[in-house]
T-cell receptor, first 109, second 115 residues
Framework: KNEVEQSPQNLTAQEGEFITINCSYS?????LHWLQQHPGGGIVSLFM???GKKKHGRLIATINIQEKHSSLHITASHPRDSAVYIC???????????FGTGTLLAVQP | DTGVSQDPRHKITKRGQNVTFRCDPI?????LYWYRQTLGQGPEFLTY????????KSRLLSDRFSAERPKGSFSTLEIQRTEQGDSAMYLC?????????????FGSGTRLTVV
């Protein structure tokens, strides 16, 4: 079993829909990251959180440390949100990241 | 600084050849990480530098792989005697000394194809 599990693996939505991507982990962490990866490889950091909730524009990330669960929400989705969204947990003295396999999101106009 | 730079962006090499990749992190970032990502998978940790010291290496980093960060600035990752299984995206990331308050900055990656 992977230490970081994401669901769903693939998600297709219509423009304007509210989207939720879930992440569960099974190890102790110092923080959790949500990342966005477009075709071609570049990874962009969206959020780093260790408790509670963060919001940036149409994106909201929440984490429940006790339940070892995090969610990424996208409100009023748009085709430009189409990308792979990756959950990663930060652990150890080196703060290295352990990644989930990602969620491929396609938002159709 | 415009971010983390990686060079080259793409590399095609014949099996058995040696390759070297370079990563230039953000200048004030003392923490530098290498990750490897194969198709359809999330990245996997390879190695970590704090300044010039290599403090952690993954078991994925076989003896054909070596990484350096000689002056605590740029880093190189060398793969000797490449194999087809080495084909992947090699990602470099750096973070600020106060890592608890700052996230990672990733480079665009070097895509290696071994033919």
């Amino acid at each position: 079993k992977n230490e970081v599990e994401q669901s769903p693996q693939n998600l297709t939505a219509q423009e304007g829909e509210f989207i939720t991507i879930n992440c569960s982990y099974s190890v102790g962490i110092s923080a959790l990251h949500w990342l966005q990866q477009h075709p071609g490889g570049g990874i962009v950091s969206l959020f780093m959180l260790s408790s509670g909730k963060k919001k940036h524009g149409r994106l909201i990330a929440t984490i429940n440390i006790q339940e070892k669960h995090s969610s990424l929400h996208i409100t009023a989705s748009h085709p430009r949100d189409s990308a792979v969204y990756i959950c990663a947990v930060q652990r150890g003295a080196t703060n290295k990241l352990i990644f989930g396999t990602g969620t491929l999101l396609a938002v159709q106009p | 600084d415009t971010g983390v730079s990686q060079d080259p962006r793409h590399k095609i090499t014949k099996r058995g050849q040696n390759v070297t990749f370079r990563c230039d992190p953000i200048s004030e970032h003392n923490r530098l990480y290498w990750y490897r990502q194969t198709l359809g998978q999330g990245p996997e940790f390879l190695t970590y530098f704090q300044n010039e010291a290599q403090l952690e290496k993954s078991r994925l980093l076989s003896d054909r792989f070596s990484a350096e960060r000689p002056k605590g600035s740029f880093s190189t990752l060398e793969i000797q005697r490449t194999e087809q299984g080495d084909s992947a995206m090699y990602l470099c990331a750096s973070s600020h000394p106060e890592a608890a308050n700052y996230g990672y900055t990733f480079g665009s990656g070097t895509r290696l194809t071994v033919v």
